[in-house]
């Protein structure tokens, strides 16, 4: 498996920054958070896209993918959100990366609602994707935490440029044993969010092994069925401040996945 990390880690830092963390700590690929307030997002000139696809090749690391924040089961227009599906699909391509990652972001007055909307804009979008080569992954989170939840969603597109992008942290606040996620995304699975937190109740991200998650567990479902993706360390101090620097901790995550592979082959 190859191992990536998150710019939601590192929020704001130019990539002349991140790619050099990125090498020097042994990732073989960065996930890009594709926000305004980002160096990376749809905004970019042709020139300025051109200039990250030099950035990475030169650096010898590959561009796994782009987060954005579409809520795709979200109540409201469906043109806004597939427009927002579509931008993101377009700067992918331009950087070379396979995925787009959106968000379920339900709300309304019925699941059954909630997955036909998601289901009928991932539809929607899932030919602008066909086109442009990438593939759209809806994450295992909020109104959609588990597998299971995601698979109401994905079953009802049936595209293949619609997949799952398995959060470890979501599916394990939801109830759900890894080896029940992985059952539920294994035909849909895109790529593998790995992080960890103290407590259901406590979810500031720690290093990699100091928390709670079932990670060992996680590599070990992943492992012994022969999936042989990404995981991504997604390390959220965007969102908590008082969280110790993602730099300090690089090395230390690449070191413990590298083990739980090993102790997993």
């Known amino acids: 498996m190859k191992l990536a990390f998150s710019t939601l880690g590192l929020p704001g830092l130019p990539l002349t920054d991140v790619l050099p963390l990125a090498t020097s700590h042994g990732y073989h690929g960065v996930e890009l958070r ?22 990475f090749r030169a650096a010898g690391l ?7 924040g579409a809520r795709v089961a979200a109540p409201g227009d469906d043109g806004a959100v597939i427009d927002e599906v579509r931008a993101l699909v377009d700067l992918a391509h331009d950087l070379g990366a396979p995925y787009v990652r959106v968000l379920p972001g339900g709300a309304g007055p019925s699941p059954g ?11 929607t979008a899932a030919e602008h994707a066909t086109d442009a080569g990438v593939r759209i992954l809806l994450e295992t989170h909020d109104s959609h935490p588990t ?3 995601a698979m109401r969603v994905l079953g009802l597109v049936g595209h293949r440029q619609v997949g799952a992008l398995w959060d470890v942290m979501h599916t394990w606040l939801g109830g759900e044993q890894p080896v029940e996620s992985f059952a539920a995304l294994s035909p849909y699975l895109g790529y593998v969010r790995v992080k960890d937190i103290a407590s259901a109740e406590d979810t500031a991200p720690l290093p990699l092994g100091a928390g709670v998650l079932p990670l060992a567990e996680c590599v070990e479902v992943l492992s012994r069925q022969e999936w042989d993706g990404w995981l991504c360390w997604e390390y959220e101090k965007r969102w908590y401040g008082s969280a110790a620097p993602l730099s300090g901790l690089l090395d230390g995550g690449r070191r413990h996945l590298a083990r739980l592979l090993t102790e997993s082959a």
């Open 113 to 123: 609602e909630a997955d036909a909307t998601a289901a009928r804009r991932l539809g």
């Open 34 to 55: 594709a926000h305004p307030e980002e160096p990376v997002h749809p905004g970019l000139t042709p020139g300025e896209r051109a200039g990250v696809v030099a950035a």
């Open 62 to 68: 590959e561009v796994l993918g782009l987060t954005g």
């Open 147 to 149: 597998g299971a939840d």
